[in-house]
Structure formats: C-alpha cells, structure tokens
C-alpha cells in the first residue's frame, strides 16, 4: 500500500509569516535584542510574538524555539497549549532564504548550474528548519529527490550565537557557578552545533545509521545522493508518508507499533553503534504503514565513548532485569559521583529516566516527561548547597543526552501508548556481542 503524502502542517489562528524570505540576521547585538525584546509581552500575545522572531532568526535561536515547541515543561503550563500551537511551526516552516541566492549556493557547492544537475528544481522549499531548507528536485533517471540547502549567512549567524560565550557561561553559572563544569558543557554545545552546519559530517552519520539498523524492516533511512551533495547541500531521495500529526490521530495498535520502533532505533542507536542523534524533534520522522519509519536529519549526532558505552549498557541491562543495587552502582560510576546529597539527587533523576524500563510495560505521558525536566532544575539547587568534598560535576556530553532524553520522551508521551520496553531492550542487548566483533 503507498503511503499518503504528508499533510500541510495545521496552522494557528493567524499565521506567522514563516514563508516570508529574509536574510539571516547575523550581528550578535541584534539577535540577543530581538530575543529579549519577547519580554514585553505575555500570554498567547507571547506566544505569536516568540514565533515570528525565532523563525526570522534562525540558528540556534529557532531550535529554542523548535524545542519549546513539543518538549514537555518547558513553557510554564498555563501557556503551553498558546505556545505549542504557534511554535511548532519552526518544526517544519521556519523563515526561507530568496530563491536567487539559494541557487546560487547550490551552484557554486555543486559546481554547475541548476539546469545541469537537475532536470526539475522547485524554488519553492517544501520545509525550512533553523539551519537549511529543503526542495524538491528530479534526476534525469527519475529518482526524487529531498535537497537539504543550508541558509546563506546561517553559519554566520551560528557562530555569532557561539561567540556569544560570556553570556551562556554566566547563565549556567548562575545555576551553580564553579560547580558546574561550564567550560566543558559549552565545549560540547560548540561542536555539536558547528557539526551541524557541516553536511558532509552529517553524510557520514547518515551513512552510518542506515547500516546499523540495515535488515530492520521498520527502520528506514534515506537513500544518500553523493553526486549532488556537498559540505553545505545535503541531497536524498524523497520519501514521503504520515506526518507526526498523523501518526498521533492514528489507532493505538498502530501508534504502538511506532512506539516500538522509535524506542528500538534509538536504543540500539545509543547501545549497539555507540551514537546518539541529539535531536530527536517531531519534523524528523516520517510514518508509514506496518510500524515503519522513515528518520531524518542526521546534523547533530554525539559517539559514546567507548568506557561510557560499556557503562550505558551496563545500567540498561540492569534495568531490564529489574535489579536496583547494580543499577545504582552503575549511575554512581558513570557520573563520578561522591557520596552525599547531590549523588543521591542524581541516582534518583537518572533511575526516573529509566522508570519506563523498571515498570515496562509503560505509558509515558507528558507530566512524567515534564517532572524530568523539572528535576534537572532541582539537581541544581542541590549542586549550589553541597560541601566540597561532597561536590563532583556530571559528564557534559550529558547535555545533549538530556535533550535527546527529554524530546525522545515528549514525543512517546504524544503517542500517548503503553508499550513494553523491557523487552525490546532485550532483544537490543543480544546484539551487543555481533555488532562489536564486526566493529573490531
């Protein structure tokens, strides 16, 4: 059966102007004004103002925005539903760059006109995200084709929002000043970010996530164009199927099944190759009939070093079997902790994390995902009041795992299905002995 094309994304009352092109503004003082200019309002009047200033800025101003737009606690409840209906168009119809310029990026990447390298080019993005948009395009063979063209002057613009450092530095230091490695939380926010405007890394992810989950009837990955792709051009066939939106108005057998799928690719993800994609939002998934998924956007992804992956498993193993002293123990010596309240804080936050494996089979709905978000906000309140000798500062690559964390949650919580974890977990473990020896 083929799948339907995907459906126009729902739009607010009024609509932000997300098709507008603009260019991408670049100076760091203008960008920090515009974001705190947000301030003067409340409400849903807020809310739409938020929208249309994030989308117009793009960068990693528009991922606060994409996340805000579908992770749980992070807009105060009495706004969210405001928020997350004007937001949620960054997912997909952030603001687009002048066609004029885009081609001539795509030509100078690719070195030959637009009419050479494509017998169709549509000028018109089918989507636009923070970093680059994208357009349809066909071959001469006939294969369609997904052309992912970084914005003009959004590097710029990044770069500027990652110089930017006195800032971010004294906002994490505010939460728990010298007891926060902050130098290493923003050494690692860099590089992610700066991968993410290099598409030829992002190739090389793709590439490797299409072979570890090849064989896996449900799991699909794009098929990579090497030919039309370049450091800032990222081409894939197209593939088309349900939308997010869809996949959420679905029956719940089949929402289930997709649970299913979406826990097994990120965990084997995580467990069996070692990676993690960081940026799990709902634009990346495209659904499709008998629990198949199709996952896209490959920018940001974090390895696990190889003593951290040992520790990963061991933990996650532990879960499914249900035993707690070893779990602990686990958490203790992943994070480095010492004994006193802040580790007793973290195992506590890191064992709800894995509730949904301790207590499988398991509905995770919005408030779980909500009060996990709320208790990163309590870790910190703990690191500002513990002793020295008490005090130790948790992994920064723990950062973006927090964010693939809690975003992976808040879409199974949209999902809204009680499935067994445990038991795909299981079937995961088995692979760990296959996948290393092949690797070595």
């Not at 549509?122 to 369609?144: M, N, Y």
């Not at 794009?222 to 370049?230: G, H, I, L, W």
């Not at 193993?317 to 203790?332: L, Q």
């Amino acid at each position: 059966m083929k799948s339907k094309p995907p459906a126009p994304p729902s739009v607010p009352p009024r609509p932000i102007p997300a098709k507008r092109k603009s260019k991408v503004p670049t100076g760091r003082i203008g960008r920090i004004a515009r974001v705190a200019a947000i301030g003067l309002s409340s409400g849903a009047a807020r809310a739409e103002k938020t929208a249309q200033v994030l989308a117009s800025m793009r960068g990693l101003a528009a991922k606060v925005g994409q996340m805000a737009s579908y992770v749980d606690g992070v807009v105060p409840e009495e706004h969210r539903a405001s928020y997350e209906s004007w937001l949620s168009h960054l997912r997909s119809q952030a603001a687009r760059s002048e066609p004029a310029e885009v081609r001539a990026l795509v030509e100078a990447e690719l070195g030959k006109p637009i009419a050479e390298l494509f017998v169709e080019w549509d000028d018109e993005p089918f989507a636009s995200a923070s970093i680059g948009q994208v357009h349809r395009a066909r071959l001469a063979d006939g294969r369609v084709l997904a052309v992912k063209v970084q914005h003009p002057g959004v590097a710029k613009a990044v770069e500027s929002d990652l110089s930017n450092a006195g800032l971010v530095e004294s906002m994490i230091g505010a939460l728990g000043g010298r007891r926060l490695d902050t130098k290493g939380l923003l050494d690692v926010l860099k590089a992610r970010f700066r991968e993410e405007l290099d598409y030829e890394h992002e190739a090389e992810q793709l590439r490797f996530f299409a072979e570890l989950h090849a064989g896996d009837p449900q799991i699909s990955v794009p098929a990579f164009v090497a030919s039309r792709s370049s450091r800032r051009v990222l081409t894939t066939e197209m593939v088309t199927g349900r939308t997010f939106e869809d996949a959420c108005a679905a029956s719940e057998a089949e929402r289930r099944a997709w649970a299913a799928t979406l826990w097994r690719y990120v965990y084997r993800g995580n467990l069996v190759g070692g990676r993690f994609n960081a940026d799990p939002h709902p634009g990346n998934y495209i659904f499709h009939d008998d629990a198949r998924i199709t996952f896209l956007d490959y920018g940001c992804v974090q390895r696990i070093e190889p003593a951290a992956l040992a520790g990963a498993r061991a933990m996650h193993e532990a879960a499914t079997r249900k035993d707690e002293p070893a779990f602990t123990t686990r958490v203790s010596s992943m994070i480095g902790a010492k004994p006193g309240p802040l580790e007793d804080a973290a195992r506590a936050y890191i064992r709800r994390c894995f509730e949904p494996i301790f207590a499988s089979p398991f509905r995770i709905t919005r408030p779980y995902t909500a009060s996990l978000v709320a208790s990163t906000k309590g870790l910190a309140g703990v690191a500002r009041n513990v002793k020295n000798d008490e005090l130790f500062t948790m992994p920064p690559e723990m950062l973006f795992m927090n964010r693939l964390q809690f975003g992976f949650y808040s879409v199974l919580a949209r999902l809204d299905v009680e499935v067994d974890y445990a038991e795909i977990e299981r079937a995961i473990h088995t692979e760990f002995a296959a996948y290393d020896a092949r690797s070595r």
